[in-house]
């Protein structure tokens, strides 16, 4: 049984990056933030539920300084390994369970998440902090799923959310406070094969400013 500091995200950080479609999907999403946000080498980011730093180690070059935060330690040892290994240093990494009663210290010009939100049981309170911790004119980039009927994933243990729906999301957004609120689709993750029949799970970006 696993103690309240252990994530079932511990046991997969080792092997994260191995798989391709997760590698391709951080790329994209990655991609989506540089074109749609355009971060620039003044601001302070943040990544929430950065993972082994896929998407964070992507947006890093554009700008000043990047705190990726996770819940699990595992995945943080992992970012920090790369971050050592290749000597970057506007990275550092932050151990948070916002679910748990957590909190991200700091001010922001730029806070994203991808395939995070799916993971937390009250997305609304979440935004809430995430406005909260952002300077004034900045930027949220949330990447998830639309809504999907439970098939994305092989075991769904930790899942609250099928995917969300894009208007729905946006209005927690508007809710909290953000405008010039939008969004894009990121990419589209294909599942299955010919034979067993191929599912698309498009991935949106949705932006809001501060
Ligand atoms: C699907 S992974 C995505 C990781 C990374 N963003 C990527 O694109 O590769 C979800 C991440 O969210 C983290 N996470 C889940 N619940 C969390 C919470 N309540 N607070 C902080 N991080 C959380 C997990 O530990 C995991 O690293």
Redesign the pocket.
Known sequence: MKDQNE?V?DERAAY?DEEPR?VK??ND?ANAIIREINPTNDMDAL??????G??TLRIQPFVKSITG????KG?LDVLKAKVEKSGIKNIQTRF????QGGKVEGSFNLIF????LH??KEPAQLLKQFYDLLLPGGYLGIADLDKEDGTYHSNNT?VHHFGFDRAYLKGLFKQVGFKEVRDVTATTVVKGTEEKGKRDFPIFLIIGKK
């Open positions: 994530s995200f994260w997760r999907l951080a999403v990544e929430y539920g950065c993972g082994s896929l998407v935060v996770d819940s699990s995945m948070v369970d916002f679910e998440s991808s395939m995070t993971h937390i930790g």
